[in-house]
């Protein structure tokens, strides 16, 4: 009886995590490999050598040098050739792009998004994108997946849309429906805009570094990408972190899940568009019009802004002392709610917070800012080929 990985299945895990480092960190040195994977130059140069081969990433010498003697070779990733389709379908946009290995955008198409769509009718938008883009691909290069994030509940096994309210979503087939519109003979994953933006904030944004975070996601609703331990949490089916749905206000304002009182009836669009006296406004131009308000001295915006902010510091200190994290990140709409009312939300939060949850806790807004989905979606479709780089192409 075999125990133990066997001498193949250690050679792939070495490949992938050569691999991956490569993806997130850009070019390395294999002397910085050898140190930071902790195998030998023989291994580093075999490993290397199997991933050129395979056509996924390149040796050379490094551009500058300030070190006598012979300079280690350097491993860069095959951006160009390596890439993956990604799309982001928010409430008001859609946004698809063509992501090198290495986590470069090489292309990119936003359009706006008509409220309403269905699944049928969003998916030739994005396969139209996806045919301008691919006029633009060189011969040879190499499409690895595509991944999609989307507001609403995602079912992990197929990517069903069980329940997207802000996009009027229910059952909703958005991976079965792209794969086949899309005409590309590459997987199609799906997951939620919060947990594909915490995704990508995590591996190579300003949450890089950090193994328990919270990314705050706000479009018409409000929810989470969570990190705890440097592992995605999204639950048993795959609809974790959806916070918006906490209920602070018994029988408060009817929420579009269904529900009454729900956190984002407070601190989402309709929510504060509706405590600034502008209920037929919609959209993150209206939001940003109250901001503007409320910046100007209009007394009800300033009114409706800062009780926003301190419904916000509310939720996120329940956040802070369930889950501890290191850092919350405001994105989407919750950027700019926080950077408007950051006084209430630090207030809220210190007054509520558990002191040793907040010992370490930063507050911040995205690096990758309204990419972060985005990028997230990408990092999804390359998870696949990390995992095992010479069997997924």
Known sequence: MRVGPSQDEIRRQNLGALLRHV????????????TTLGLNRSTIGALTADLAGAGLVSEGTPKET??????????????????????????DRLRAARVGLGGEVLDRRDLD?????DAGETAPLLAGALKEMHQHVAPGSLCVGAGVAVCGMVRRDDGLVRLGPATGWVDEPIGTVLATELGIDVPVTVGNVADMAAFAEHARGVAAGCDNVIYLYGDVGVGA????????????????????????????????????????TEIGEHGLLRAAGRSDARGRDALLAVF???????????????RAGDWLGFGVANLVNIFNPEMVIFGGTMRDLYLAAAAQVRSRLNSMGLPACLEHVRLRTPKLGADAALIGAAELAFERLLADPLDAG
């Open 23 to 34: 993806h997130v960190h850009g070019a390395t040195s294999r002397a910085e490999l050898t």
């Open 66 to 91: 300030g070190r006598a003697g012979r300079p280690s070779l350097v491993v860069r990733p095959e951006s160009a050739r390596v890439y993956a389709y990604a799309y982001s379908i928010e409430v």
């Open 113 to 117: 998004r008509p409220r309403g769509l």
């Open 225 to 264: 990408g969570i990190i705890a331990g440097g592992r995605r949490l999204t639950g048993h089916g795959g609809y974790g972190g959806e916070v918006g749905h906490m209920v602070v206000v018994r029988d408060g304002a009817p929420c579009e899940c269904g529900s009454r009182g729900c956190w984002e």
């Open 292 to 306: 503007d308000a409320a910046d100007r001295g209009d007394a009800r915006a300033q009114t409706a802004v800062r």
